[in-house]
């Protein structure tokens, strides 16, 4: 069992700057490769970034790509996903996933969610 929690999200200017964190439970934790996933009123959920278990690969999604990063640290059992040139359309609750059964990163297999937080991207 893998308990997540999301903190860091809030309001900030277009081209600002946002990082989150994901904060776990469970021994499993290592083991276990970590997905991000936003989903915005009135949309589906959306993949974000993914991060391996030993943090040697990422992913992510193609309309993110050079804007966000995503770092991991298992002795602390957190998760790092750094936002940059964020504009409005990036305004979302954004979940952080466990993965504990797919190899690699997956994107449709995650078995542990938190319970999202806002982040609201203004013009």
């Known amino acids: 069992q893998v308990q997540l929690v999301e903190s860091g999200g809030g309001l900030v200017q277009a081209g600002g700057s946002l990082r989150l964190s994901c904060a776990a439970s469970g021994r499993t934790f290592s083991t276990c490769s970590m997905g991000w996933f936003r989903q915005a009123p009135g949309k589906e959920r959306e993949f974000v970034a993914g991060i391996s278990s030993s943090g040697r690969s990422t992913s992510y999604t193609d309309s993110l790509k050079g804007r966000f990063t995503i770092s991991r640290d298992n002795a602390k059992k957190m998760v790092f996903p750094q936002m940059n040139s964020l504009k409005p359309e990036d305004t979302a609750v954004y979940y952080c996933?466990?993965?504990?059964?797919?190899?690699?990163?997956?994107?449709?297999?995650?078995?542990?969610w938190g319970q999202g937080t806002q982040v609201t991207v203004s013009s």
């Open positions: 996933a466990a993965d504990s059964r797919t190899p690699g990163i997956g994107r449709n297999n995650y078995d542990y």
